[in-house]
């Protein structure tokens, strides 16, 4: 049942190994793990800059070097959110889909192959278990309903609640002695094929049950001989005012494609407040043993959606934002609550949105606290399809070794 995972940690190692991953030392020193440069070759960062919102409506034009002009439109101050439309021509959205398409699209969170229907060994099972194990927080050597259920939504990207659960564990007979919980035995003796399936038919017929439902991949800007992604890097350089060394030392370009019901419940693109204990990953891409520092995320349309595929700010602005009230209202799922959200943008093709997922330390100039009013997330889509495209600045905090 876990191998997907298993694949998606392959994808990401491989990919992590192109990419430059940057370490930063103490004192905010960097040296790049993909090239082999020395480590005594460091680098310092300089500081970061925001821009000024002034005010909601507030219009502010940047002169490109090629003589374009570009018009950053404020939404919110908290999070500073733009919307600057004709960021990228018609020619060039239809350039990056074509690139996405051939490299090839896989699913945010995969699912079982039931294809694959053939009994695993001892050995994969013990993998599998192993996986599962992990997410025995309170290590009593058993995994709970609430402990599976956390697994699963991080795996697969479901929410499901304790009621289903309980009733999958049933149904599979994951808990042979009835106690609620699955131990390593039970899980070794259980038939994975069969619980493959279950999960399998549970995200089929409710697929507005996954937090997030989209197809993406990644391209490679820094160093890259397109001259569309080259130049995309140099406006977005342009755009936010940022020293380069941030933008090309960042995530690589993610192209994320939504079908009908596609969608993602509103998230927050940095992940420092999960575990502020963490190092930043640096222009890698998602692991455990590190935090996603997205500075600042720039979003870029790559369609028009002939009905749904908004992307929502629920609480952009929000004077009185309570986060124990907004999860019990449920308000991060936007299958419901899209159009109860502050602010609400419309995809266009070409145009670009760009908000501030951190303010700016007052201390090292680097990154700051996390704006908690930056969570966001993609509406349904209703009707056609949505293509939209990712940069992910990263930045790291200082005093802290980064990997
Ligand atoms: C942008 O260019 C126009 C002329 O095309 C000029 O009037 C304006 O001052 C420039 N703005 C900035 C911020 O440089
Ligand atoms: C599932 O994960 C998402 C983020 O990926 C989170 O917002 C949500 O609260 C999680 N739900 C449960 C039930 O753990
Ligand atoms: C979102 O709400 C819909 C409609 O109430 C529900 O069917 C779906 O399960 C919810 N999704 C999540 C991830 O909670
Ligand atoms: C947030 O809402 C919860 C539940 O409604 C309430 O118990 C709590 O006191 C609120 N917190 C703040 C800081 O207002
Ligand atoms: C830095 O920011 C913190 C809160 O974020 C504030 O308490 C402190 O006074 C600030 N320091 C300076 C020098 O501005
Ligand atoms: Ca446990
Ligand atoms: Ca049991």
Known sequence: MFRPWLVILALLAKHSQRDAVLVASAGHEICSAANHSPCSAKQTYPKLVRHDGVQVGHVQSINLTDGQVLHLITKSLRPLLFEIPKFLSAEECEHIIKLASNAGLFQSTTLPDIDD????????????????????????????????????????????????????????????????????????????????????????????????????????????????????????????????????????????????????HAHYDSTVKNDPSLPCCMGSKYSAKCSQCRFLTVLYYLNDVPRGGETAFPVADEEHFNETEFEEKDLSNLSTHCYDANVVIRPRRGTAIMWYNHMISNMSGLLGPQDEHSLHGGCDVLEGHKWIANNWINAPIEWKDHL
């Not at 927080?137 to 709970?144: A, D, M, T, Y």
């Not at 259980?190 to 990644?218: A, C, F, K």
């Open 117 to 264: 229907e053939k009994a695993l060994t001892d050995q994969e099972k013990k993998e599998d278990c192993l996986q599962l194990f992990g997410s025995d927080e309170n290590h009593n050597g058993k995994v709970s309903v609430w402990e599976l259920g956390v697994f699963l939504n991080q795996t697969y990207g479901i929410s499901l609640n304790n009621a289903d659960i309980e009733m999958m564990l049933t149904t599979t007979n994951f808990d042979r002695d009835g106690d609620g919980e699955i131990s390593l035995n039970e899980c070794m003796e259980g038939d994975h094929v069969v619980l493959d399936r279950y999960m399998n038919n549970i995200v089929e017929e409710h697929p507005q049950q996954r937090t997030r439902l989209s197809q993406q991949t990644w391209l490679q800007m820094s160093g890259t001989s397109d001259s569309v992604l080259r130049d995309l890097q140099d406006r977005v350089i342009q755009i936010t005012k940022l020293p380069r060394i941030f933008v090309e030392r960042s995530e690589d370009l993610q192209v994320v494609q939504y079908g009908v019901h596609g969608h993602y």
